[in-house]
């Protein structure tokens, strides 16, 4: 069964726009994590926050935690075409390798 | 080097052949992992391994076989597939110890059609 849920299901935005994309998950967790994949191609990762940090960036991205919600989201900003790819949270609810990926977010940036 | 690799990119198989996939890394990496994608679908975690051990097995069935012969290779030995595992089979690496550990490096993966 799947850990996360991420909403929306897909996105299309104008270049320069910023994204926002949402993760639900259903256990307690020692980190979530958002990766990105462009079509049909292996993921990228991108982020990681830990359980006790409720924000973090990195160059235009800003992710966000909120544990008693059990959410959080990810916010690209400026986007730009290349940004065009599936994002996907991904959680390891014992803290160990195993890795559960939520649904994820298709986005299409149009140039 | 931050790559992994995976060979082939693309494989055609009948119902009765037998065939591996490869992956490999060289960032000094003791988890590796396979999983299975199908389209439009978030990656499914099928096995780890850490220090060349299973350390996971999520229940698949017994016509794929993984193998870790070493701390830098990792096989998915495939054998009388069923055209429901057509799908793109990635393989991840990453560092067991350090702040790091979680993260995971992907490998583009291996189309695979079974016919």
């Known amino acids: 069964s799947q850990q996360g849920e991420e909403d929306p299901q897909a996105l299309s935005i104008q270049e320069g726009e910023n994204a926002t994309m949402n993760c639900s998950y259903k256990?307690?967790?020692?980190?979530l994590q958002w990766y990105r994949q462009n079509s049909g191609r292996g993921l990228v990762h991108l982020i990681l926050?830990?359980?006790?940090?409720r924000e973090k960036h990195s160059g235009r991205l800003r992710v966000t935690l909120d544990t008693s919600k059990k959410s959080s989201s990810l916010l690209i900003t400026a986007s730009r075409a290349a940004d065009t790819a599936s994002y996907f949270c991904?959680?390891?609810?014992?803290?160990?390798?195993?890795?559960?990926f939520g649904a994820g977010t298709r986005l299409f940036v149009k140039a | 080097d931050t790559e992994v690799t995976q060979t082939p990119k693309h494989l055609v198989m009948g119902m009765t052949n037998k065939k591996s996939l490869k992956c490999e890394q060289h960032m000094g990496h003791r988890a590796m992992y396979w999983y299975k994608q199908k389209a439009k679908k978030p990656p499914e975690l099928m096995f780890v391994?850490?220090?060349?051990?299973?350390?996971i097995n999520e229940s698949v069935p017994s016509r794929f076989s993984p193998e870790c012969p070493n701390s830098s290779l990792l096989n998915l030995h495939l054998h009388a597939l069923q055209p429901e595992d057509s799908a793109l089979y990635l393989c991840?690496?990453?560092?067991?110890?350090?702040?790091?550990?979680?993260?995971?490096?992907f490998g583009p993966g291996t189309r695979l059609l079974v016919l």
């Open positions: 926050i830990r359980s006790n940090e």
């Open positions: 256990t307690s967790i020692n980190n």
């Open positions: 991904a959680t390891s609810p014992t803290g160990g390798f195993k890795t559960i």
């Open positions: 391994y850490s220090y060349e051990k299973l350390s």
């Open positions: 991840a690496s990453s560092s067991p110890r350090g702040p790091e550990r979680e993260t995971q490096y």
